[in-house]
Structure formats: structure tokens, C-alpha cells
């Protein structure tokens, strides 16, 4: 079926995206601010963002934002003055994609690095989650706000090597749910979206697998 989008469909509304200087997160900032939205651009790599600032504002799309934050530090008062920050600028948030994640290391169970998975899940999991509770009294003050998590297929089911980065997507769905619930009877819709197998460089040890598809 042909599904047409306007172009102003997203006009008006307020959108952040984490993890916006590359991949999915960039392709998802400009096409938001393609269909009108106002983008927070949220990443650690401000060149990154300042590109896609750049990138947006030449295709006429509404000025953009920029907050440099690395997930991997930021506390929970951080998140809080980040939210103020676009209280006191926008007004309102009515939409956020939480989708700055690390893959990780791809290895056996047995050889799962702890300062690996630390860094993982503080970013895939504690950040979006100190993230989410920092902002979710300001999405509810929209009249129609959407929270995102961003899942895998190995969200849904295990599989050999992928451990860390599983676990942590598992953990993104149990939160994604957990709200999804919670906030059921309010205007903030919450999602998770798989957005499907990409040919990928990986990270690897000690065994070799040249591509990895997640
Ligand atoms: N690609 C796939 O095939 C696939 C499949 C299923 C699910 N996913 C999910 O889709 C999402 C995006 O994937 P992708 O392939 O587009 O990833 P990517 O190209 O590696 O981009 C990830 C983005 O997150 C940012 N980021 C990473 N660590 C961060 C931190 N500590 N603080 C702030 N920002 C941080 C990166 O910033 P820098 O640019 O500064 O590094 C980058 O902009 C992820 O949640 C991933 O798990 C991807």
C-alpha cells in the first residue's frame, strides 16, 4: 500500500533524538525535521551534530538544537537541567527517540569483559533510563507525545556471542513496556521500534566474525 506523509505532519512538534550525528539517529533527525518537526540534536560528538544542524537548516527545515552529552557521564541532575533547559526554550517535548546505543564486544558468555558491560548497559540502559525519568513529567504536559526506545532482534531473542548488547536490548524492551503500562492512561504514547538487520561492522574477540548483522 502507498503511504504518503505529509509534509508538514510533524509541524509544531518538538522532537529528541539521542545518538542524532550518525546512522539511524541522523537518517531519523532529518527526516523529522523534513516533516516539519523542531529536532533536538543529542550526541557526543558535536562535529556530528553541528553536521546535521547544518544538513537541516539547508533543507529549509526549522533551526534545530544541539546538546552535547556523552551518556556514558551524564548523572541524573544533568538530565534534569537538560529537560529545564528545553522546558525553558521550546515550551514543550512532545516526542523523543532514545536511540544512542554501543554494541559492545561480541564473545562468548564466559569471556564477557565487566568493564564492558558496565559501559554498555550505562549507556543502552541507565542513561535512557535516568533520561526518560527526567522527561517524562514534560511529555506529559503534551497534548500528544511519543517516547521511543530503539530494540534489536536479539531484544526479542538471545543469541550466542551477542550477550552484552542482548541483555541490554531486553532490558530496553522491559523498560519500554514497564511505561508503555505505567502511562497507558495518558497522552504519552511509548514504543519500542526494531529497525531491522543492517550489515555491520563489529567489534570482535577473540574468535573472528567479519560481519554481524543486529
Ligand atoms: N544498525 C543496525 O543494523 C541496527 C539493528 C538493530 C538495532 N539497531 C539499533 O539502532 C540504534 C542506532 O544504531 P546505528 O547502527 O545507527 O548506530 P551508530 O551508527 O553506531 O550510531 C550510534 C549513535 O549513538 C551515539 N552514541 C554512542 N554512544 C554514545 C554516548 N555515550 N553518548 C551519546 N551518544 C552516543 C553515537 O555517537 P558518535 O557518533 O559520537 O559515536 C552515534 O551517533 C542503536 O540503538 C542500535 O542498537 C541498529
Redesign the pocket.
Known amino acids: 500500500m502507498d503511504y504518503h506523509v505529509s509534509s508538514d505532519a510533524l509541524k509544531g512538534k518538538v522532537i529528541l533524538v ?9 537518517q531519523a533527525a532529518l527526516s523529522y525535521a523534513a516533516h516539519g518537526a523542531t529536532v533536538i540534536l ?4 558535536v562535529s ?1 551534530l553541528e553536521a546535521v544542524f547544518d544538513e537541516i537548516e539547508a533543507a529549509g527545515g526549522p533551526t534545530p538544537a544541539i546538546i552535547p ?4 557521564g551524564a548523572t541524573k541532575q544533568n538530565y534534569l537541567d537538560m529537560v529545564d533547559t528545553i522546558e525553558g526554550q521550546f515550551g514543550h517535548l512532545d516526542g523523543v527517540l532514545h ?5 559492545g564486544v561480541l564473545c562468548p558468555f564466559e569471556q564477557i569483559d565487566e568493564k564492558t558491560f558496565d559501559d554498555v548497559m550505562q ?2 540502559v541507565k ?1 535512557a533510563f535516568l533520561m526518560t525519568q527526567a522527561m517524562v513529567p514534560l511529555l506529559r504536559k503534551s497534548d500528544d507525545a511519543r517516547l521511543v526506545f ?4 536479539v531484544g526479542h531473542m538471545g543469541r550466542a556471542f551477542w550477550g552484552t ?1 542482548a541483555i541490554s ?1 531486553f532490558a530496553t524492551e522491559g523498560m519500554m513496556q514497564v511505561l508503555a503500562d505505567e502511562l497507558s492512561d495518558t497522552r504519552v504514547r511509548v514504543n519500542a521500534i ?5 550489515a ?1 561492522k563489529c567489534v570482535h574477540r577473540p574468535f573472528r566474525l567479519r560481519m554481524a ?2
Open positions: 539521542t545518538g542524532a550525528g550518525d546512522g539511524i539517529g541522523r543529542l550526541g557526543r560528538t556530528k552529552l556523552d551518556l556514558m536511540n544512542a546505543s554501543l554494541l549507556v543502552n542513561g530503539t530494540s534489536s532482534t548488547y536490548k526494531n529497525p531491522g538487520a543492517r555491520q548483522i543486529y
